[in-house]
C-alpha cells in the first residue's frame, strides 16, 4: 500500500463558451523523484543523472519554458528521445494507461538535454513512483 506522496492531475477543455472539466485524476505513492535543471542556451546534450524505474510511475510530468530535446540513457544511441514544446510539457498518470500507454518506456538512470535557442531552458522533471516494500 502506498502512503504519504499525493499527485494530482486537473483536466479541462474549452470551445466556443463550452467548457468540460473531468474529475481530477489523484494518485499516492511513496517516491518522488524531482530534477529542476537549467540548460543555457545552444547546448547540445547537458547530462543529468536522473533515476526512474519505468514500470514503477504511478504520475509524471515534464515541461520546459524553452524548446528542448531531451534524450535518455545515451546521447548517442538514447532509448528514448522526446521533444518538448517551449511552454509546454508532457503529463501522464497510471490512470491514462488504458488508452495512452507510459510515454517512458525504458527505466531512465541518465538525461541529455539540448537547447538549440538562443535562450536558458528550465527544464523540471517530476515523477511519482511506488517502490515496492517502501512505505508498506
Partial sequence: MSTGITGR??????LGGTSVS?????????????????????????HRILQVPAALIKMMSITSNKAVTIKTNSSGAPDQTLSIGANQGLVWSITDVATIPCPITDDITDVYISNAGADEADVKFNFLIDQPGVGS
Fill in 9 to 14: 492531475i486537473t483536466k479541462s477543455f474549452s
Fill in 22 to 46: 473531468i474529475p481530477s485524476d489523484s494518485q499516492t505513492a511513496d517516491t518522488m523523484v524531482k530534477l529542476e535543471t537549467t540548460v543555457s542556451p545552444a547546448t547540445t546534450n547537458f
